[in-house]
C-alpha cells in the first residue's frame, strides 16, 4: 500500500502521535493479565506439590458446572472432591459426575446433601421449585431481589450442617502426618455473608491454603438470618 494512503497517515498518528499514551496504557493492561496469569500458575504449582493429602471443596456445586471448571487445574487424581448441594434435583447428576468425572483413588468424590451453613439444622431454600435445578437458589430469602421473601415465593425445607466444624475436622489434632492442602470454592447465593465470619471467628478460615468465593453484594441484609 502507498505511504501516502489515508490507513498509513492514521497508522502514523497513531504510533507517534497523541493516541500513544493509549497503546502504553495497551500494553500496561496486557503486562497485568500476562502478571496475574504467571502468578496464578505459581499459585497451582505450590498448591499442586504438597506432600500430603489435597482436598478441593465445591461450596454450592448445583450441577457440577464449577466442579468441572476446576478439575481442569486440581486433577481429580491429585486431589479428593467433595460437592455440597442442598437442592435435591441436583443430587442425581452431582452423585453421576462424581463417580464419572471425579473419582480420587478409584472411589467417587463426596457429595453432601446438605446446605453449608454455621449449625446444623434445617433452613428455607428459596427459588428452587420441586424437582427443578434452580440456579440463584438461596438461604437469603433477600436474594434476587427480594422475590424470594414475596408473599406466595417457592421455597425447600433442606438440611444444614455447619460448615466450619465440617473443615475443622479435615485437620486432626494428633497425627504425624502432614496436614491437608484444603482448597476451596463457595458460591452460596448470598450466605456468604453470614458463614464466612462464622469460619473465620472458630479458626477455620485461616486452615484454608485458597478460597474462592463468587460474591453476591447487590442485595446484602445484614440482619436476614
Known sequence: MPRSSPKNGRLARTCYG???PDFLGFLAARWQILR??????????????HEGEKVFIDCGSN??????????????????????EPNPA???RLRRLAKEKLSHGGR???????????SNGSRCLYGAPKGQAAVGASLNPGHNGGV???????FLIIP??????????????????????????MDIEGAE??????????GSLQKLRALYVEWHSRNWYRDWE
Not at 36 to 49: P, T, V
Request: proline content about 7%.
Open 18 to 20: 497523541s493516541a500513544c
Open 36 to 49: 496475574a496469569n504467571l502468578l496464578a500458575w505459581w499459585d497451582l504449582f505450590r498448591l499442586s506439590s
Open 63 to 84: 450441577l457440577g458446572q464449577g466442579a468441572l471448571f476446576f478439575s481442569r487445574f486440581f486433577r481429580p487424581r491429585e486431589w479428593r472432591y467433595v460437592l455440597i
Open 90 to 92: 441436583c443430587h442425581a
Open 108 to 118: 467417587p468424590a463426596q457429595v453432601i446433601p446438605r446446605a453449608a451453613w454455621i
Open 148 to 154: 424470594a421473601s414475596r408473599k406466595g415465593a417457592r
Open 160 to 185: 444444614t450442617f455447619d460448615l466450619g466444624q465440617f473443615l475443622l475436622g479435615l485437620f486432626p489434632r494428633r497425627s504425624r502426618r502432614p496436614a491437608p492442602c484444603v482448597v476451596m470454592k
Open 193 to 202: 455473608t453470614t458463614v464466612l465470619p462464622h469460619l473465620l471467628k472458630i
